[in-house]
């Protein structure tokens, strides 16, 4: 593409003559041309239309519906600049550039505000020495956005109001440039929130302020001291609407109950980051995080039993940051409601998917959490403890790994249950975890030898009687070869700990 043309396209861009819909299919034909770009193509691009991008998005209002043509172009204009390569091109307007996003974050609705959030964080990962002057207000930034955490959930209770969803919220659309179109009422138009008050915007915040702190430690401290309690207090939400104990089919607009179900998503996902953000702090500032240690624990607890069946990834993200806060001094505070994670309910909840994937992380990050913990429980948690790893090591869906962590952990008990002041007490425990590794022994006996006789007639499986010749299930020699070396193992840990 040739000089001209990018002359021709910023002239046009500029021109404020030039009707709205015009100027949006304009940067559409843009956007969809920068993959034929070469190299020299990309410093010319930056150096002629960046300045004009950048003066649309900041000399024309924000505005707050998702239909609207002025929300088109600013959307078409941000995913310009994210498609451009980050790379060299950037180099000489880098800190232009995302001074100018983070001015955007602050007025621009959350769609918007997402998209600034995650080209800022690519550039910072490049260009890290070069954007040290944006540290402080990116991390002021942070801080706002949390501050707002009790206007956020307010909002998301408001939509227990059926007139919430029927009547559009003008307040929040800008008063300036709504130019009217055809598609102005269609049913997939909505309201945007302002990103300083939007779980999706906070959700992209985390990873961006743990970025700049490795870049800056100089920071760190006064940063983490102001901003703990406003996480920790943006864990505590919780919604009061009674949407949240309801059933689509109980409810009288049903569209109503989906509108806060992607809402309460919001919220979930935030705090899982917001957890992970909090892992992120306990490793390396755990001295600071002790005054809260009690509510870190309680919350933790709490976010796992709220998470939405639904929501794999989520509850994975925030077993993940479960293991790193137990790793620390802060797991003496889940001591007393240790026995409350022996519960897969609470650890995998109910969904399919999260039961099928999620088992590994779960019993991970127990073992870690019991392992540190076993000397300072209960005999009644004690007792719990040896029930459920017991439970567990007669669950033969789970894996030979599975139930080796399962042998280790009941071996590690055994000290701390024989100081328990009730000596009969103790011995029935002990009988127990006996009785579980008799019964495992037995296991592994008929396991190895039918992995054995498989070997030995070629890897014909006993499922060849249910399928016949002519859909013979055959059983690798090397995977039963595998499975002998993990019954190797748990049979180790049985005798040995």
């Not at 956020?152 to 919430?164: E, R, V």
């Amino acid at each position: 593409m040739a000089i001209t043309n990018f002359e021709v396209y910023a002239t046009r861009l500029r021109d404020e003559r030039l009707d709205i819909k015009l100027k949006q299919t304009i940067a559409h034909e843009l956007c969809d041309s920068l993959e034929f770009f070469q190299l020299q193509d990309y410093t010319r691009f930056v150096a002629i239309l960046w300045p004009v991008i950048r003066d649309l998005l900041l000399k024309t209002p924000p505005v707050f519906v998702s239909s609207v043509p002025e929300q088109k172009l600013r959307s078409t204009l941000l995913e310009i600049i994210q498609r451009i390569p980050h790379s060299e091109v950037f180099r000489p307007v880098v800190l232009e550039v995302v001074t100018t996003l983070l001015k955007l974050v602050k007025v621009e609705n959350e769609e918007n505000a997402v998209v600034c959030l995650k080209i800022i964080y690519e550039l910072h990962r490049m260009y890290r020495q070069l954007l040290e002057s944006i540290a402080l207000p990116f991390l002021d930034l942070a801080a706002e956005i949390y501050r707002n955490a009790d206007q956020m959930l307010k909002a998301m209770d408001s939509l227990d109001t059926p007139a919430s969803l029927s009547t559009p919220n003008v307040n929040l659309m800008s008063p300036s440039a709504m130019s009217p179109g055809p598609d102005s009422g269609d049913m997939a138009t909505k309201n945007l929130n302002k990103a300083t008050t939007s779980f999706k915007v906070l959700t992209e915040i985390p990873i961006i302020v743990v970025s700049i702190i490795q870049a800056n430690r100089r920071h760190a401290d006064p940063f983490v001291t102001n901003i703990l309690p406003l996480i920790i207090h943006m864990l505590e939400l919780n919604p009061k609407s009674t949407l949240a104990h309801s059933e689509p089919i109980q409810l009288q607009h049903a569209h109503q109950y989906q509108h806060w179900r992607s809402a309460h998503a919001d919220l979930i996902t935030a705090q899982s980051k917001t957890l992970s953000f909090l892992a992120f702090f306990a490793r390396g500032f755990t001295a600071l995080l002790l005054p809260f240690q009690d509510r870190i624990a309680r919350l933790t607890y709490q976010l796992l039993c709220l998470c939405p069946a639904e929501s794999t990834a989520t509850r994975k993200e925030m077993l993940i940051a479960t293991r790193h806060i137990v790793s620390t001094e802060i797991r003496k505070a889940f001591v007393p409601i240790a026995d409350k994670f022996l519960d897969m309910q609470v650890l995998v909840g109910s969904g399919l998917a999260s039961q099928c994937i999620l088992k590994p992380f779960a019993f991970s990050m127990l073992a870690d959490l019991m392992h540190h913990i076993r000397l300072e429980l209960s005999p009644s948690q004690l007792t719990k403890m040896v029930d459920f790893y017991a439970g567990c090591m007669h669950d033969q869906s789970l894996s030979s790994g599975v139930h080796t962590m399962c042998a280790k952990l009941l071996h590690n008990i055994t000290e701390r249950i024989m100081h328990i002041p009730d000596k009969r007490h103790g011995r029935i425990l002990l009988l127990s975890i006996l009785k579980t590794f008799v019964s495992s022994f037995a296991a592994i006996g008929n396991q190895a030898e039918t992995a054995i006789q498989d070997i030995r007639s070629g890897g014909t499986h006993a499922e060849e009687k249910i399928y016949g010749s002519n859909e013979l299930i055959r059983t690798n020699a090397f995977e039963q070869g595998d499975k002998i070396k993990e019954l190797r193992f748990l049979l180790r840990s049985l005798v040995t700990g």
